[in-house]
């Protein structure tokens, strides 16, 4: 039984790559990222609705007006998760992108344990946290470091006169010029949404790198923030209920205000009929994710638990960028990402079993 619980939390940590894999599908079909983080959140908020009809506990939703009232704001974090998520994947591909994530989820948790906030038991530093946070910085650094640029191409007179030298050249792409070229397959937006990975030194780079982190962080917060409110409540399918309903609220008001002030496309509706059947389930991975941490922790652990569901989103999104999965552009498993992959994941684990 022990064996079960701990492979479904690695599952539902490989649910978190899928669902903003899947995503990119859904804010392709839109026009707009935000507009498909509000429709993501809103199906997760409908369907822990309906589990928690199931199992008669949606009726404590009458105690809200009781509990403190930033105890409500865990749902804050899931829309800049999931639009970070958006953005960053078809730019630096899923590996690099949870990496970032991942390395956000460590240090704020860290940062939760070492000062007790937000009612997290503290902890003290350890050899095996400081050595865990120098495993998780390496890795992400191996896995975002830029590749060299292509060559340009050759002008008519560089070209070589044997036309099967020519016809090799002219096969040979880059690895970027690969990357666009299976985002676009079956000609979806997904394409003309992918961009080169960034350089790590420019300042968009950076930009793009520091959302990546942010948007990690912000979820160990709101962990802890409903974690407060399963304890005012004590229902763990309306904790997350309520949590994706403040989240799609947020994120319709933001998307809102963008579209009136011109700054993001208006929401399509008709190309969400012509979208794969597997673009709605963003919604259902994160209700997943929500629900089975909450019933994990109390069974496994918190510290086992994170490790676990950390494990699986960097193991399955490294699987989706080299067999680029969802349609989303191949980049190969190169003995760098594999070596920062491992990084990552060893320093994940030490940091929170240690």
């Known amino acids: 039984m022990y064996v079960a619980l701990l492979a479904t939390t690695l599952l539902v940590g490989c649910l978190l790559a899928v669902q903003t894999s899947v995503n990119l599908q859904l804010s392709g079909a839109v026009k707009t990222p935000y507009g498909a983080s509000t429709l993501q959140l809103a199906v997760a908020a409908v369907a822990l ?6 199992v008669g506990t949606i009726g404590v939703v009458s105690l809200v007006p009781d509990v403190t009232w930033w105890h409500l704001l865990g749902g ?3 829309p800049l ?12 591909g899923a590996l690099a ?8 989820q460590v240090l704020a948790s860290l940062g939760l344990d070492l000062f007790g906030l937000i009612g997290v038991p503290r902890k003290s530093l350890t050899i095996g946290i400081v050595l865990g946070v120098v495993a998780v910085l390496i890795g992400i650094t191996l896995i975002i470091r830029q ?7 050759a002008t008519p007179a560089d070209k070589p006169d044997s036309a099967k030298e020519s016809a090799k050249e002219s096969g040979e792409k880059s690895e970027e010029d690969a990357d666009r070229s299976a985002s676009t397959r079956g000609g979806k937006s997904l394409g003309a949404m992918a961009q080169p990975a960034a350089a790590a030194t420019s300042v968009s780079g950076m930009a793009w790198i520091a959302l990546g982190i942010i948007a990690g962080a912000v979820l160990p917060i709101q962990g802890a923030v409903n974690g407060k409110l399963k304890l005012d409540i004590d229902a763990p399918f309306t904790v997350g209920m309520i949590s994706f309903i403040v989240a799609t609220l947020s994120i319709a008001i933001v998307t809102a205000v963008l579209v009136a002030t011109k700054r993001t496309p208006t929401p399509q509706v008709k190309p969400l009929a012509t979208m794969p059947w597997w673009g709605w389930l963003g919604g259902l991975c994160a209700a997943s994710y929500v629900v089975v941490t909450f019933l994990m922790i109390p069974e496994i ?4 638990t994170i490790a676990l569901t950390v494990t699986g989103q960097q193991l399955f999104s490294a699987v989706i960028d080299h067999f680029g999965l969802f349609r989303m552009p191949k980049r190969a498993l190169t003995g760098r990402r594999v070596a920062g992959l491992a990084l990552l994941l060893l320093g994940s684990v030490l940091v929170q079993l240690t």
């Open 301 to 304: 652990g918190a510290a086992t």
């Open 76 to 78: 804050l974090a899931s």
């Open 97 to 104: 992108a949870v990496g970032l994530f991942v390395t956000g």
């Open 81 to 92: 998760y999931i639009t970070s998520g958006i953005l960053l994947f078809p730019r630096l």
């Open 147 to 153: 590749r060299k640029p292509a060559a340009a191409p």
């Open 49 to 54: 609705a309906i589990v928690a009809l199931a």
